[in-house]
């Protein structure tokens, strides 16, 4: 059973940093992609950003594109999100999803999600 548990969520400013980590296990098939999605209060998830697993390529959304990284290690089976200058709107919980199979039968799996809170 495919498994992905985050971490590094927590209370911080304006302008702070964090690191989210996402850790996979349970995969059987090759892992196609990673990415982190986003839910704030009352309103709908929305993509952050992924990164395939093979090549490293990666895609962001506009408004993270200058502040947020993603990056993995294949090795550890993680992948993480950077977020510099943090923003009030980044408040949300950060969830991770998980891309398995060949690419014409895709599996997706996901977190249980991680809350970022951002104070101004």
């Known amino acids: 059973q495919v498994q992905l548990v985050e971490s590094g969520g927590g209370l911080v400013q304006a302008g702070d940093s964090l690191r989210l980590s996402c850790v996979v296990s349970?995969?059987?098939?090759?892992?196609?992609?990673m990415g982190w999605f986003r839910q704030a209060p009352g309103k709908e998830r929305e993509f952050v950003a992924d990164?395939?697993?093979?090549?490293?390529?990666?895609n962001s959304a506009d408004s993270v594109k200058d502040r947020f990284t993603i990056s993995r290690d294949t090795a550890k089976s993680t992948v993480y999100l950077q977020m510099n200058n943090l923003k009030p709107e980044d408040t949300a919980v950060y969830y991770c999803?998980?891309?398995?199979?060949?690419?014409?039968?895709?599996?997706?799996?996901w977190g249980k999600g991680t809350l970022v809170t951002v104070s101004s």
């Open positions: 999803q998980a891309l398995v199979g060949p690419p014409n039968y895709l599996m997706d799996y």
């Open positions: 349970g995969y059987t098939f090759s892992m196609y992609a």
């Open positions: 990164i395939t697993w093979s090549s490293g390529r990666t």
